[in-house]
């Protein structure tokens, strides 16, 4: 077993997964879980890039 820290899980609900996919891309992503309906998905990042990687959704969701 071996422990990893420092660690955030964000979630994204709803139909814009495509703009958070490209994301993917641009961010440093460490694992991507898509939920049971395909309509949400969690991506687990370093908290360290926590603050870049929720304004770059904010700005690809929410600004478009």
Request: hydrophobic share 45%; with cysteine.
């Amino acid at each position: 077993m071996e422990v990893e820290r420092d660690n955030t899980i964000v979630c994204v609900v709803g139909g814009a997964l495509a703009s958070v996919r490209a994301g993917v891309e641009v961010m440093p992503v460490k694992m991507i879980s898509y939920g049971a309906s395909r309509r949400s998905v969690a991506m687990l990042i370093d908290t360290g890039q926590k603050r870049d990687f929720l304004q770059y959704l904010n700005d690809r969701l929410f600004d478009a």
